[in-house]
């Protein structure tokens, strides 16, 4: 069966560091440009980051650009490393398949096929 499992997240202080494992079954991941989104229950669901299939182009929010980084390795698994974490980084993060290689458009969710169920970050003292 054809998934994305998150897992990694929990309850870490301001400033702390956590990372987001985004792991695949049943197709390669590698194969597709693979993002982040995050949701806060009665929000919108935000983009925080993208990485085309090939690992060599990411796109970040300006939100976290400097703190989160992106990455992918040979295990099938993508990655959220989430540095300098502040209250407003809490939310549900999802990770996301898109139809394409390539990041351009990330933001559109219209471009994702499979999504995982998530997994909660909380940050808080």
């Known amino acids: 069966q054809l998934q994305l499992v998150e897992s990694g997240g929990g309850l870490v202080q301001p400033g702390g560091s956590l990372r987001l494992a985004c792991a695949a079954s049943?197709?390669?991941?590698?194969?597709?440009?693979i993002s982040w989104f995050r949701q806060v229950p009665g929000k919108e669901r935000e983009g925080v980051s993208c990485?085309?299939?090939?690992?060599?182009?990411t796109n970040y929010a300006d939100s976290v650009k400097g703190r989160f980084t992106i990455s992918r390795d040979n295990t099938n698994t993508v990655y959220l490393q989430m540095n300098g974490l502040k209250p407003e980084d809490t939310a549900v993060y999802y990770c996301?398949?898109?139809?394409?290689?390539?990041?351009?458009?990330?933001?559109?969710?219209?471009?994702?096929?499979?999504w995982g169920q998530g997994t909660q970050v909380t940050v808080s003292s």
């Open positions: 990485i085309s299939s090939l690992g060599g182009s």
């Open positions: 049943a197709f390669t991941l590698n194969y597709y440009a």
């Open positions: 996301a398949r898109r139809r394409y290689t390539y990041c351009s458009g990330w933001r559109r969710e219209y471009e994702y096929d499979y």
